[in-house]
């Protein structure tokens, strides 16, 4: 229990100290440092946790919970205040009425619960755990670098790094503490911090774009904040448990209205559509931002509630609208990924369509479902990471974030093209982790035993067929040479250490867990599914062998065959219609005037274009979702 | 041991076999259009002469690609007739493909980066069918093995007529045949030079071919799952099936793009996607 409670508060110290020393050469130390104890606290958690049985614990909750009152009225007065002051009503709107609800429950239903356990910790909160305390702190070291950059290239925007740094420590603190509560007041009571941390750390350039956009990420989360608040009240009123670990255990029938609005809530904040725009929109924050809510924070608490919840919505049609939701949400965001050229924005439609994924799983709940689910949330955790933080840098470098400028990157920067590849690699190729996820999915759907089954096979299978092609021009992109030996980029020298490392230390990652995952499986996630669905279950063994085959191969024949190209074959140039050409496409045009030709990727704007799929989007899932508490207070 | 011998036995014969059905086509092809064409082992001669000569590279990083490929095609075929999961090797093929994408961006030719682009259309195009192919298989079967399949007996066909029909369609695309030969075609008459190969040469268009050999092969051993309840017209039914693709080469002209991927998808929906709803519904979900 104190490392429970250690990582949960130890972020809170570094964060109160970047605030208060804003000195560069302190922040420097005091963040790396921090991340070096939150990772070894993290990885000290997965040890004692290996192997035992989940463990909870009660807390002496009385002096927690008035403070969490006190921090949640100060909060929303705060987000009162700033909904008045931008004239962004609905957030006052929101926030009022999820502030009524909670005092109504505060001062009329609190004094006669009794919560048993605060505090719990299983397999799957290990395992959100190390993927927070990892893959965020690594982001809190990038961002050293990035932020010092970002700051040298706006001068216009006022550097408030303390303020920054600050709000990114309190979001691991407060992402811990959700993954630890098995109260739901606490969870709730984390998840609002977590709202209101992405809505600053969205609105930190101020400009009047990043201001709206946090406020629509603000206004989304509230809606789902107050379906949390609203599930709570409910439970509250007829006298059900306020427990996390009771209420999956609970009798479908009573539980499924307050269940349907905590679904309701992790849809929200995981960007499933109708509610996309909000993490589209906070693109315009800067990259470390970004990061931060793609891969380890924000949007996985949204999934990590919907996985929770897996066991009881499991074959309801709650669930199964659940997952349709998921489902729709995955195929139409992976046809948006294909129009963008924007690198953040094809990242952004990636992270909302493996989400869906990741939501359709948990809408289904079965045991190999869960598997994959939390496979996928695992892959891509790290995967999007590394390409978030690559994408950073390079945009600091090429002055563009725009795929097309990608060219001939293998010239320039080496080192971040095979950075840049080996995430992209991640993300849709086998064998690595999200195809294996994939794989398991496709598995999980077979066997789902209703017409559903068809249905979200079609969906993976057109989905998955487009995402290969995102994904695959873009790394033509980055191999594509536009001259032949262009000369090393001077400003591949001046990326920074702590974006170096960083980002390596993704890429470690991203092969390591290919390679470990049989592991992974095996002492985290098998236990946590035996745990929850009472029965051991063996998706996998029979194919450890061959995907560690299949690894191994793709690491090694690319590495074995690049370097060893043979020095004799001669270089030629390009052919262009007969042309006489030299090397970069450079062609001999008419009147003797020389010209390069430039290519440019297709983007299929008529096939998939953005504005009909989100419309199309947009209203199915809302009509989904409506159907959803339908079904739930029948 | 006889499946893993039956896959080292795939990699040994399968160019041999790829390269003769490969000089079926062209003499076929040639007598469709009343010309004599080449002598059957023409492809190997090609072969042959391609390694002789000198390979001339535009980027450094197009032919380790290309080998990446091969390899990977190679490993596809040997996965498959060994008997593991169908589902994966898919993926495997998948990884395949992109290579030669990536090779054909690598050489930078606008010919040859308007062919990788098409190329991956024509992959966004023919993955859905597949995918719902094998789920076709494992719905009836029970299994994504081979050898499950092969051993259970069961006349896939019968349950599968659709799914077989909508496969046809994207095994065209597959197989490199007009009316789907938008990335790289053997027809002189091509808009885009050779496509995604324009900037291969020698060495690197003869790993191309191999691979290609590699790659029919596997697809036909695809297509004979379907009639693998009787060995002799499982076969019958896999040559009908090459030449039934030849015929639709020489009577079609080509598709553009647009037209290529819309028709795919609305087969796969329709037949691939009708297939396996009607089956959900009569064996029961």
């Keep these: ?91 006052s709107v929101f926030v009022t009425l999820q502030f009524a609800l909670m005092a109504v429950y505060e001062f009329v239903y609190a004094p006669g619960v009794a919560i048993e356990h605060n505090l719990f910790v299983d397999k799957l909160s290990i395992i959100m755990a190390l993927i927070i305390g990892i893959i965020g702190g690594l982001i809190c070291v990038y961002a050293l670098g990035y932020m010092k950059d970002f700051h040298s290239h706006h001068h216009d925007m006022k550097d408030n790094r303390p303020f920054f740094f600050f709000v990114l420590f309190v979001f691991l603190s407060a992402m811990f503490g959700l993954v630890f509560s098995n109260s739901l007041l606490w969870l709730f009571f984390f998840w609002e911090v977590t709202t209101i941390c992405s809505f600053l750390l969205i609105g930190y350039t101020k400009t009047p774009e990043a201001t709206r956009n946090a406020f629509r990420a603000l206004v989304m989360n509230l809606s789902g904040g107050l379906a949390f608040a609203g599930a709570i009240f409910y439970l509250a009123s007829q006298g059900l ?184 690699c991640g993300m849709f190729i086998a064998p690595f982790g999200m195809l294996i996820s994939k794989w398991a999915a496709i598995k999980a759907f077979l066997d789902v035993g209703t017409l559903m089954s068809p249905i979200l096979i079609l969906i993976l299978a057109y989905g998955s067929a487009v995402t290969v092609f995102f994904w695959a021009k873009w790394m033509g992109k980055i191999i594509s040479a536009n001259t032949l030996f262009a000369p090393r980029d001077p400003m591949n020298d001046q990326i920074s250490w702590d974006e170096w490392f960083s980002e390596w230390a993704h890429t470690v990652l991203t092969v390591a867990i290919c390679l470990a995952f049989p592991l992974v499986s095996q002492w985290l996630v098998e236990p946590y599914i035996a745990g929850v669905y009472g029965k051991d279950f063996d998706l996998t063994k029979s194919m450890y062998m061959i995907t560690f085959i299949m690894v191994v191969m793709v690491i090694l024949v690319p590495a074995i065959s690049f370097p060893s190209q043979r020095n004799s074959y001669a270089f030629g140039t390009a052919y262009m219609s007969g042309r006489n050409t030299y090397p970069g496409r450079v062609f001999d045009g008419s009147i003797a005037t020389r010209k390069q030709a430039t290519l440019k990727n297709y983007y299929l704007q008529s096939f998939f274009g953005e504005d009909k799929f989100m419309k199309l989007g947009v209203v199915m899932c809302s009509c989904i979702i409506l159907i959803m508490f339908g079904v739930a207070f029948i | 041991m006889t499946h893993l011998s039956i896959g080292i036995a795939y990699i040994f014969l399968a160019p041999l076999v790829g390269g003769l059905l490969m000089g079926v086509d062209r003499i076929v092809s040639a007598r469709m259009q009343r010309r004599v064409g080449p002598p059957l082992l ?14 001339i590279i535009v980027n450094r990083l197009q032919n380790p690609a290309l080998v990446c490929h091969l390899v990977f095609m190679i490993a596809t075929g040997f996965l498959f007739f060994e008997g593991s999961d169908i589902l994966l090797i898919i993926f495997l093929l998948t990884l395949s493909a992109v290579f030669l994408v990536l090779a054909a961006y690598a050489s930078s030719s606008p010919f040859s980066h308007a062919g990788a682009e098409r190329e991956l259309i024509l992959m966004t195009a023919y993955e859905p069918m597949v995918l719902l192919m094998l789920v076709g298989f494992y ?92 060995v002799l017209g499982g076969i019958a039914a896999v040559l009908l099936t090459y030449l039934f693709e030849i015929l639709i080469d020489n009577t079609f002209a080509r598709f553009k793009w647009e037209a290529a991927l819309r028709s795919a998808w609305i087969v796969a929906l329709v037949l691939g996607g009708g297939n396996l709803v009607i089956l959900y519904a009569f064996m029961g979900v």
Aim: a neutral charge.
């Design chain 1, 241 to 424: 448990t306020l427990e996390l670990d009771k209420l999956i255990t609970s009798p479908h029938g009573l539980v499924m209205i307050p269940v349907a609005l905590m679904c309701f809530a992790g849809i929200t904040k995981s960007a499933q559509m109708p509610f996309s725009s909000w993490l589209l929109g906070a693109m315009v924050a800067p990259t470390p931002t970004s990061a931060l809510l793609h891969s380890s924070t924000m949007v996985k608490a949204g999934v990590y509630l919907a996985i929770r919840l897996a066991p009881v919505i499991s074959g309801t049609y709650v669930g199964d609208m659940v997952a349709l939701v998921g489902g729709v949400t995955f195929l139409l965001a992976a046809f948006m990924a294909i129009s963008q050229s924007n690198a953040k924005r094809v990242l952004a439609y990636s992270t909302i369509s493996n989400l869906g994924l990741i939501i359709v799983c948990a809408g289904i709940g079965t045991a190999p479902a869960i598997w994959a689910g939390i496979f996928l949330i695992i892959f891509h955790a790290i995967a999007k990471s590394l390409l978030f933080l690559c994408v950073g840098t390079i945009e600091h470098r090429i002055g563009s974030r725009d795929i097309e400028a990608m060219g001939n990157m293998f010239a320039k920067m080496p080192g971040m093209a095979v950075m840049l590849l080996i995430g992209i």
């Design chain 2, 42 to 55: 023409q492809p190997f001669y090609d072969v042959a002469k391609l390694l002789q000569k000198d390979t």
């Design chain 1, 1 to 91: 229990m104190e490392t429970l409670i250690f990582l949960v508060a130890f972020p809170l110290l570094p964060a109160a100290l970047l605030l208060l020393v804003p000195n560069n050469g302190v922040r420097n130390i005091v963040t790396r440092g921090s991340f070096a104890v939150i990772a070894a606290a993290s990885v000290y958690l997965l040890w004692q946790g290996i192997g035992a049985q989940p463990a909870f614990y009660s807390l002496e909750a009385g002096l927690i919970d008035e403070g969490m009152f006190v921090i949640e009225v100060f909060l929303s007065a705060l987000i009162f205040f700033l909904g008045v002051k931008y004239r962004n009503y609905l957030t």
């Design chain 2, 139 to 230: 719905k009836v079967i029970d299994s994504f093995s081979f050898y499950t399949i092969v051993e259970s007996g069961k006349p896939l066909i019968l349950y599968l007529p659709g799914i077989f029909i909508g496969f046809l369609y994207i095994l065209t695309m597959k197989f490199r045949k007009s009316p789907f030969d938008i990335s790289i075609s053997e027809h002189a008459h091509q808009e885009l030079v050779s496509g995604l190969t324009s900037d291969f040469s020698g060495r690197s268009i003869a790993l191309v071919n191999i691979a290609r050999w590699y790659e029919d092969v596997f697809l036909l051993g695809l297509v004979y799952l379907f009639f693998s309840f009787n």
